[in-house]
């Protein structure tokens, strides 16, 4: 069954973060994850916030854990840390 991170983020600094996702990608896709929503554009409906939204699937909950807890993700996590803030969860999808 597939799993999902999902984070609404406020960056705070735009060239750390650019930082991030360039050295984050590579490490999703060696846990198995594909990007579902990266930050594109959006229409607010409700609310005035405007976070960064970003869904990875990956193809287990053992798989998003094994990326976020990961000894190759700990320092590029720091980065985003240190470029925004904001929530990040690891859910399970349905079955397909």
Avoid: C, N, W
Wanted: aromatic share 8%.
């Amino acid at each position: 069954m597939p799993a999902y991170l999902v984070a609404r983020l406020e960056v705070h600094d735009i060239e750390g973060f650019a930082a991030y996702a360039r050295a984050v990608e590579p490490i999703v896709k060696a846990h198995g994850g594909r990007y579902v929503i990266r930050g594109g554009p959006m229409e607010i409906k409700e609310g005035t916030s405007q976070p960064r939204i970003v869904v990875v699937e990956f193809p287990t909950m053992e798989a998003a854990k094994a990326f976020y807890e990961g000894d190759d993700y700990a320092p590029v996590l720091q980065m985003r840390l240190d470029a925004s803030k904001g929530d990040l969860v690891l859910v399970e999808g349905v079955p397909g």
